[in-house]
């Protein structure tokens, strides 16, 4: 069992950053690939990124060069840098741990957070 608490939303300007955390808890974090997702006002859930547990990483094509996901599996923490921020941007932001391989597909995630919202004001 894990579970996932989001933090670093916020309200910012366009170009501007953030970087979100992901505390888990439950002791075999680092076994898990994590993976960030959002869901803008009105639209459905999407992939973000995403990191396995030895740190190989994978990205939206929308957030590439932008954005970068980390982990800490002795903190028990995920992180995602969210630089050069688009009014796009804006949405719930959503931590997920997969017991698997990571995904950019929303079913392999057992478990999720409550979200954290960021909005980027134009």
């Known amino acids: 069992q894990v579970q996932l608490v989001e933090s670093g939303g916020g309200l910012v300007q366009a170009g501007g950053s953030l970087r979100l955390s992901c505390a888990a808890s439950g002791r075999t974090f680092s076994s898990y690939a994590m993976g960030w997702f959002r869901q803008a006002p009105g639209k459905e859930r999407e992939f973000v990124a995403a990191?396995?547990?030895?740190?190989?990483?994978y990205y939206a094509d929308s957030v590439k060069g932008r954005f970068t996901i980390s982990r800490d599996n002795a903190r028990n923490t995920v992180y995602l840098q969210m630089n050069s921020l688009k009014p796009e941007a804006t949405g719930v932001y959503y931590c997920?741990?997969?017991?698997?391989?990571?995904?950019?597909?929303?079913?392999?995630?057992?478990?999720w957070g409550q979200g954290t919202r960021v909005t980027v004001s134009s």
């Open positions: 990191i396995t547990w030895s740190g190989r990483t």
């Open positions: 997920a741990a997969s017991p698997g391989g990571p995904s950019s597909q929303s079913s392999p995630y057992g478990y």
